[in-house]
C-alpha cells in the first residue's frame, strides 16, 4: 500500500492501480476482510478522483451486497450514503433523494445517531442546491438536537443563511439584508470555514450586493488557485462574468469570461486525461486477466504431467509385482511391494477427488471432512479387500505355474524350429 500512496502523489494513477489491485489479491489470499476494505475503498476513491463513477458505484454496490448477505446494518447505510453522494455530485436529484430515504429507513431502524446526522446534512444540501429553501429550513426547525450538533461544529450559520433567503423569497427584503449585515459580524474569518463564503457569496448576489459578492467571490479564487480546483475556479468566473455585467463593469466581465473560457478548456483537457487513464486502467486489467489466464494454464499444464507422471509410477509399481508374482520372489517381498503399491493406488484416488470435494463444499470444512468420511468408510475396506485378494494370488503358485508352463511351451516352440 505504500508504494501505491507513491504512485498516487506522483500521479501515477496506472501504476497506483496495479499496487491496489496486487494489495487486493494479497488481502483475498490471507482472507483479511479488513484489508479488503481498504483497498475497496481507495478503489472507490481512485475513481471518483477519474470522473468514473459507475465504476465507483460498482464497487460501493459490491459492497453494500456483501454487508447485506453478512447483516451489517451500519455498513449498508454508509454504502447508500456513499451512492446518495455520487448522485448528487451528478445533479440526479430525484436519485440522490431516494438513496437518502434509504439511508433514513436503515438508520432509523438501528437508531444508528451518527449516520442520521450524516442523512440530514446531505439532505438540506439537496435541498439547498434545489432552491428548496423552506423546506431545508424545515429539517432544521424539527430537530433541536441537530440544531446544537450544527453549533458543535461551527456550521449553525447555514440556517442563518437559508433564512435570508426564505425571507428574500417571501418579499420581507429589509429583514433579509439586516439579517445578512448582522451575519456577517458573527462569521469568523478563519481559512477552515471556506465552506461558509460561497453560500454568503449567493446570498449577497441575491440581495443585489454585488460589489460584497464579488469581493468574497476573488478571495474564494485566492483560495481555490492554491489547491487547483478547477471547477470551483471555473464557476466563480462565471459567477463574476455576469455579477461584473449587471454592475455594468464590461471590462472586469470580459476578463472574467476568458478566465471562464480557459478554466472549461483547463477542465475538458483533464476529462480527456483521466478518459485516457481509464483506458489505460482498462488495458491494464485485460493484460492482467490474460496473465493469470496464462498462469492457470501453467498450473494446470504442470499438474497434468504430474498426474501422468503419478500415474505411470503406480502403473509400474502394478507391473513389477505382477513380475515378482511370476517369478520364485519371497512372499515377504510381495506382501511389501503390495502394501504401497496399494498405499499409492488409493491415496492417488483421494488426491483427484481432493480437487473435486473442494470445488462442491466451497471450501467449508465440516463439508469436507463429511464427504472425506464417506470416501474413506467405503475405500479402506475396499483396499484391504482387494489387497488381500491380489497379495493371496501373487503369493500362491497360481502365476508361477502359468510362468512355468509358458517357459516351457516358449522352449518347445525354439527347439522345433531350430531342428
Known amino acids: 500500500m505504500n508504494k501505491f500512496l507513491i504512485y498516487e502523489e506522483k500521479h501515477h494513477i496506472v501504476s497506483a492501480y496495479r499496487e491496489l489491485i496486487l494489495a487486493g489479491e494479497i488481502a483475498d489470499r490471507l482472507q483479511n476482510k479488513e484489508k479488503q476494505q481498504r483497498v475497496e475503498e481507495k478503489l472507490k476513491n481512485l475513481f471518483l478522483k477519474l470522473e468514473q463513477?459507475?465504476?465507483?458505484?460498482?464497487?460501493?454496490?459490491?459492497?453494500?451486497?456483501?454487508?447485506?448477505?453478512?447483516?451489517?446494518?451500519?455498513?449498508?447505510?454508509?454504502?447508500?450514503i456513499d451512492l446518495a453522494k455520487i448522485y448528487l455530485h451528478e445533479k440526479n436529484y430525484d436519485l440522490a433523494a431516494k438513496k437518502l430515504d434509504d439511508?433514513?429507513?436503515?438508520?432509523?431502524?438501528?437508531?444508528?445517531?451518527?449516520?442520521?446526522?450524516?442523512?440530514?446534512?446531505?439532505?438540506?444540501?439537496?435541498?439547498?442546491?434545489?432552491?428548496?429553501?423552506?423546506?431545508?429550513?424545515?429539517?432544521?426547525?424539527k430537530d433541536s438536537?441537530?440544531?446544537?450538533?450544527?453549533?458543535?461544529?461551527?456550521?449553525?450559520?447555514?440556517?442563518?443563511?437559508?433564512?435570508?433567503h426564505v425571507d428574500f423569497l417571501n418579499g420581507e427584503k429589509e429583514s433579509a439584508l439586516s439579517?445578512?449585515?448582522?451575519?456577517?459580524?458573527?462569521?469568523?474569518?478563519?481559512?477552515?470555514l471556506i465552506h461558509y463564503k460561497e453560500s454568503l457569496m449567493e446570498t449577497a448576489s441575491l440581495l443585489g450586493l454585488n460589489n460584497e459578492s464579488i469581493a468574497i467571490a476573488n478571495d474564494l479564487i485566492q483560495h481555490y488557485e492554491k489547491y487547483n480546483e478547477y471547477e470551483k475556479l471555473k464557476s466563480l468566473h462565471q459567477f463574476l462574468d455576469t455579477t461584473y455585467y449587471k454592475a455594468n463593469d464590461f471590462k472586469n466581465a470580459y476578463l472574467a469570461k476568458e478566465k471562464y473560457g480557459f478554466y472549461?478548456?483547463?477542465?475538458?483537457?483533464?476529462?480527456?486525461?483521466?478518459?485516457?487513464y481509464a483506458l489505460e486502467i482498462e488495458a491494464a486489467n485485460k493484460k492482467m486477466e490474460k496473465e493469470k489466464i496464462e498462469a492457470a494454464e501453467k498450473i494446470i499444464k504442470r499438474n497434468n504431467i504430474q498426474y501422468t507422471g503419478i500415474s505411470l509410477a503406480i502403473f509400474t509399481l502394478f507391473v513389477i509385482l505382477l513380475l515378482f508374482g511370476a517369478f520364485k520372489v519371497s512372499e515377504t517381498m510381495i506382501r511389501t511391494l503390495g502394501f504401497f503399491t496399494f498405499i499409492f493406488f488409493f491415496e492417488f484416488i483421494i488426491l483427484i477427488a481432493?480437487?473435486?470435494?473442494?470445488?462442491?463444499t466451497h471450501g467449508e470444512p465440516w463439508k469436507i471432512m463429511a464427504f472425506k468420511i464417506v470416501l474413506i468408510s467405503i475405500l479402506m475396506p475396499f483396499h484391504h479387500w482387494i489387497e488381500h485378494k491380489v497379495i493371496s494370488f501373487l503369493t500362491s503358485h497360481n502365476l508361477i505355474l502359468r510362468s512355468d508352463i509358458f517357459t516351457k511351451f516358449f522352449r518347445k516352440t525354439e527347439k522345433l524350429s531350430t531342428s
Open 53 to 80: 463513477y459507475e465504476k465507483a458505484r460498482q464497487i460501493i454496490l459490491k459492497n453494500h451486497n456483501e454487508y447485506k448477505k453478512s447483516g451489517n446494518v451500519s455498513k449498508q447505510i454508509d454504502c447508500i
Open 103 to 141: 439511508a433514513k429507513y436503515l438508520s432509523d431502524s438501528i437508531s444508528q445517531s451518527n449516520s442520521q446526522i450524516d442523512i440530514k446534512v446531505l439532505s438540506v444540501q439537496l435541498l439547498y442546491e434545489q432552491k428548496k429553501y423552506k423546506e431545508a429550513l424545515e429539517l432544521f426547525t
Open 145 to 164: 438536537s441537530f440544531l446544537t450538533l450544527l453549533k458543535l461544529t461551527k456550521q449553525d450559520k447555514y440556517v442563518d443563511i437559508i433564512k435570508i
Open 179 to 192: 439579517q445578512y449585515r448582522k451575519l456577517i459580524k458573527e462569521i469568523p474569518q478563519e481559512a477552515n
Open 264 to 276: 472549461d478548456k483547463k477542465l475538458k483537457d483533464l476529462s480527456k486525461e483521466n478518459e485516457l
Open 354 to 360: 481432493d480437487h473435486w470435494i473442494h470445488d462442491i
